[in-house]
């Protein structure tokens, strides 16, 4: 996603916390980075960043375009148990625990990096500083690296563009990784009556995603067990399309989604039907060219039709059950019956997480990567997330204990009977988890296992599968070539003993 207000090209400190992006595959960068955010809260991120919405909650809060009215702050300020899962109630949740000059710093950085001329970028670039990164001042970003500010300030007299690129990424990534989950566990823990969306049996996906309520998100968190989180939030951002008018807007709101959710190379692309992919991209590329076509508001109701139904006959049903009966979440989207083909969910022909994840769920497929990891002499692999997935599944914490302990002897450990090859430094951070037998204890080692099984596995795997189905064809064609079995000689008769 490239900024086009500056001098020169610059790329958004969020495109790299994308699906696609360099830092989010990693954790990320700054304090934060063991968290692993889910796809949901990057994009109600993203929402709670987009400059129209944050415009007006910053208004709501100051007299002048200059100062913080403090009577008007004092309201954000207020203590709260329940807040609102848009903008503004993240930045009373922001306010409330002393971190609203992050937000508003961020905005700031944002518009500055669109500024044209010499002097009002310098202009801009004091104030910025005298009022976020100046030590002791009332809005002091006290988390930001004090080395960046000596940098930034040295360059005050001659700011260019990029001035503020390399402390703003830090100043996302500390939202990304520690106030924005905080706030989504705030959100998620408030009392249910205060949400403004309330399950019942008749309740359908449609008219949950169409109000676009926290409900949606606690939904995404629950198909994000079964990897198909990716699929809510592309209906999401349909919706968002929708909603879109100037020509400018949907041509690259329309290529982004497709490039992150439809393209053959992308990490979170969902499974669908691969002729209409092709022709919304043909309908993009014609809407890019020479003659700039406006494009059509329904241009992914196809595609969304056919995720929402798919969702709707087997992730939804769960979810609404689990709700209106209290059930544990993350038990009941791990397990029951499945009425649906996880191929309806993800694309199990293409190397991912999502897909080895799914493989790992299904005994005969299971069979087939655990000989061809055993082949390649890294059965390990399989077999610990195999164990993770087990231990997930695990509501009480005296079976977690002896659990924990077994997995972190036999994969983890320094005298492991069959070690993983990971970094010590990703070992060490679960470790703490794993002691206190955390749900969450072996998440980072997991996603990283999956990752490599994805890389380096997955190709011998269907290598595997293709050979399987070759030998099954022609053991098929053989039969159906065979002549076909004599009959049994006549019967001579019997004779009655008496």
Not at 360 to 375: F, G, H, S, T
Request: proline content about 4%; some cysteine; hydrophobic content about 40%.
């Amino acid at each position: 996603m490239l900024k086009t207000g500056a001098s020169s090209g610059r790329l958004s400190v969020r495109g790299a916390f994308g699906p696609s992006g360099s830092l989010f595959k990693g954790g990320g960068a700054g304090k934060g980075a063991e968290v692993l955010p889910s796809r949901a809260q990057l994009f109600q991120l993203d929402k709670c960043l987009d400059k129209k919405a944050l415009d007006k909650v910053i208004y709501q809060m100051q007299g002048t375009s200059d100062a913080i009215d403090k009577t008007k702050l004092a309201a954000y300020n207020r203590q709260s148990t329940s807040f609102a899962y848009n903008v503004d109630g993240f930045a009373h949740f922001l306010a409330q625990n002393k971190s609203l000059a992050m937000l508003l710093f961020w905005k700031d950085a944002e518009e500055y990096a669109s500024l044209f001329g010499d002097e009002e970028r310098k202009q801009t670039a004091k104030k910025i500083f005298n009022r976020y990164l100046t030590e002791g001042s009332e809005f002091e970003v006290l988390s930001l690296p004090k080395e960046m500010r000596k940098k930034i300030q040295e360059d005050l007299d001659f700011p260019t563009d990029e001035l503020f690129s390399e402390l703003q990424t830090e100043a996302y990534s500390f939202m990304l990784f520690d106030l924005f989950p905080r706030f989504y566990d705030a959100c998620k823990d408030a009392p249910q009556e205060s949400r403004s969306s309330q399950i019942t049996e008749s309740t359908t996906l449609t008219e949950i995603l169409a109000v676009q309520t926290f409900e949606v998100h606690l939904f995404a968190e629950f198909c994000k067990e079964q990897f198909c989180e990716d699929q809510v939030i592309f209906l999401l951002e349909v919706g968002d399309y929708r909603l879109l008018f100037t020509p400018q807007d949907k041509l690259d709101q329309a290529k982004r989604i497709y490039q992150i959710y439809l393209d053959d190379k992308s990490e979170a692309r969902i499974a669908g039907s691969v002729s209409e992919f092709s022709r919304i991209k043909e309908t993009i590329d014609k809407g890019d060219g020479a003659g700039k076509a406006e494009l059509d508001s329904t241009l992914f109701d196809k595609v969304a039709s056919e995720v929402t139904g798919t969702l709707s006959m087997d992730m939804w049903p769960r979810y609404k059950e689990a709700v209106i009966q209290g059930k544990d979440m993350k038990a009941t989207a791990l397990t029951g019956s499945s009425s649906v083909d996880m191929t309806n969910l993800v694309d199990l022909t293409r190397p991912s997480k999502k897909a080895v994840a799914a493989l790992l769920r299904q005994p005969d497929k299971l069979e087939v990567l655990r000989n061809a990891a055993a082949a390649q002499g890294v059965r390990e692999n399989v077999d610990f997330c195999v164990q993770c997935q087990s231990y997930k599944l695990l509501f009480s914490e005296s079976d977690r204990i002896p659990r924990a302990k077994t997995i972190w002897d036999s994969f983890l450990a320094p005298s492991a009977e069959t070690p993983i090859n990971i970094s010590d430094t990703l070992i060490k951070k679960c470790e703490p988890k794993v002691q206190t037998a955390d749900p969450e204890a072996f998440e980072l080692p997991y996603n990283e296992v999956l990752q490599i099984i994805s890389d380096n596995l997955f190709a011998h795997y269907m290598k595997a599968i293709e050979h399987a189905e070759k030998e099954k064809k022609q053991a098929e064609e053989a039969a159906a070539e065979a002549p076909a079995p004599a009959p049994p000689p006549e019967s001579g008769g019997c004779c009655l003993l008496m």
